[in-house]
């Protein structure tokens, strides 16, 4: 199993562009969870899905942040517009739903805004 | 919600020694508590966890001790060795129907002198 994989694993990009971010989930896990570290803030839940179904998303900073999971091994997290406050490393990670099960983090994607 | 704290936020040991970090949580709920490695530049990955019919576990040099009535739980590293050093991160979780989601702690950078 390659684990969770996310991209891209870097991203640079000017202020206003809009930004994309991608995860696949582990084979047979169905639970998935978008994370933002920074060394002010530490690292942050944004949202998080069970079986394709947004769980809770209190952690969205703002608008301009969405997140999807189109099927059950895939999910994107879209900011748009991007701002330089924005720069950060997103983790995804993912879990089988449910109890004590372990969550498996992925090699994050470091963005810089402009 | 859960609100998990997390002391020391530094840590500084000589190799060979031991180390110990220590964590509070707030929700009496919370029955999973996972401890989380985070080397620079790579992923948080999970070093050793604790549920909460147990009140301690050890792995070879590490060890996790839970104390439900006082609501806190801590991480113990004997024999210390450079590649100890990282970022550790304890987080709680609490089953609900729709779901359950890790809270973190802030954090503890611990090094590893040799």
């Known amino acids: 199993d390659a684990g969770v994989i996310q991209s891209p694993r870097h991203e640079v990009t000017e202020m206003g562009q809009e930004v994309t971010l991608r995860c696949k989930l582990i084979?047979?896990?169905?639970?998935l969870f978008w994370y933002r570290q920074t060394m002010m803030r530490g690292l942050e839940l944004l949202i998080y899905f069970n079986n394709n179904v947004p769980i809770d998303d209190s952690g969205m900073p703002e608008d301009r942040f969405s997140a999807k999971m189109p099927n059950a091994s895939f999910s994107t997290l879209k900011i748009q517009p991007s701002e330089p406050r924005d720069s950060a490393v997103y983790f995804c990670?993912?879990?089988?739903?449910?109890?004590?099960?372990?969550?498996?983090f992925g090699p994050g994607t470091r963005l810089t805004v402009l | 919600g859960e609100n998990v704290e997390q002391h020391p936020s530094t840590l500084s040991v000589q190799e060979g020694d031991s180390a110990v970090i220590k964590c509070t949580y707030s929700d009496s709920a919370s029955n999973y508590f996972p401890w989380y490695k985070q080397e620079l530049g790579k992923r948080p990955q999970l070093i050793i966890d604790?549920?909460?019919?147990?009140g301690e576990k050890k792995d070879q040099r590490i060890a996790v001790t839970l104390n439900k009535t006082a609501k806190h739980f801590s991480l113990h590293i004997t024999e210390t060795q450079p590649e100890d050093s990282a970022v550790y991160f304890c987080a709680a979780s609490s089953y609900r129907e729709y779901g359950n989601k890790l809270v973190f702690g802030a954090g503890t950078i611990l090094r590893v002198k040799s």
């Open positions: 604790i549920r909460s019919n147990v």
């Open positions: 084979s047979g896990h169905n639970s």
């Open positions: 990670a993912s879990r089988l739903a449910g109890g004590a099960n372990e969550q498996f």
